[in-house]
């Protein structure tokens, strides 16, 4: 896959990032790996990818089956195919069109009750392929009908349910672009918080504790913008929804049992802007392109990194006169899981997200992944939340921003005005590095003007 083939008669160019995933994938596959997962955040554009992969595959005289596991996503892929000219058939419940076409999107559910009447590929493309899992048999019944077919899957957030990797079912994994760098490139928002000072720990006996009443914190702090809220129940999603309604906020619950029509005018009011907050429980995780939104507000704890990243990457998406974007953090879990724009590492087996360069929360050591291998310690969210109730326990929230859309010059001005702030007030200028840290997420040693320490 050259860079000359990223370029379509009807689709745009690809980017430079985009086009190198493609090659990426390409090489994992000519090294032997039959099925491979590529990590790219919300808003990197891994459906374009994705279909670009598939004109070029199809143009070899082969067959493709698009797998998506929600009606939304279905009609999305569908669409990016045929904008870029190809011949597209749907599989679903309810909708069959045209099954001599060479690119067949298909629900999985409608695929996996097709048992004998299944479309034939040379190559399956996975989206939201977190979900996959072997120990569920209509997945691993779908993988045995196309034994040694190449698989393509497609994630921003490569890690299951419980916090595991994707490993059997993938062999290799590639990481196409990171969200810092597509925020640097500005092709996503920068991201500013607003958390309590800690992690308020949701158990059996503090319920879901959160630092402010959701209303309050949105009033105090998003100021009319719109944005989803996550509750931890559909109950309280419809209770909060009313008490933004009824404050003068137009909001609106979509949660898994509206109807399709309602859940569809929902989205087409927020789009007009005349609801202003949707709030859900796990709806609007994913395959869900909103970019006018702003504002996510978190009124549950979120007990995995894939988690949370899924929800807040619905307000990076840029959009006209959009500069950045705002995570209400009401439980203060980005303390563990840290800020969206953070580095992260990437695994098949084992804790399959963890924050790249970070430091042992019990002994301070530098560490990759849990267990500390120095210490032994390993912390523990609530993989599944507790739900006897919400909490409010009127926790001060602070903001916080990294300036990572900063270039050298700027970071090496504000470097030594740190320095010399720190000299006046009689600080130790090591405590600057901890603030530099905190603020950019990376070590100052780490900047290409970094000479060493001021004497």
Known sequence: MSAALAATPTGSPL????????ELVRASMLRGHRRVVL????GGGKTRIAAEIVRLTVGNGKRVVW?????ELVGQAARTLTELGLRVGIIAADVDRDDGAPVQVASIQTLVARATARAPADLIVWDEAHHASEA???WSGLLDAYPNIRVLGLTATPERGDGTGLEPIFTDL???TTVRKLTMAGHLVPCEVVRPDTWL???RRAGNPLAAEPLDAYREHARGQQGFLFASTVEEASRYAEQFSVAGIRAVCVHAQTPPDERAQALARFREGAVRVLTNCYVFTEGTDLPMATVCILARSVGTAGGFLQMVGRVLRPAPGKTSALLIDLPGVSHVHGMPEDERLYRLTGQAIALAGAACRSCGAPIDVYPCPACGFSPSLPLDLDTSGTVI???T????ARKIAEGPQQREETFHRWIAAARAKGWKLRSVGFKWKGVYGTPVEAEPWWRGWPS
Do not use: C, D, W
């Open 15 to 22: 980017r430079a990032y985009q086009t190198e995933a493609m």
């Open 393 to 395: 326990v009127h926790e």
């Open 397 to 400: 929230m602070q903001k916080f």
């Open 39 to 42: 990590v790219i955040p919300t």
């Open 67 to 71: 797998l998506a596991h929600r009606t």
């Open 174 to 176: 590639v990481v196409g």
């Open 136 to 138: 569920a048999a209509e």
């Open 201 to 203: 720990k949701s158990n």
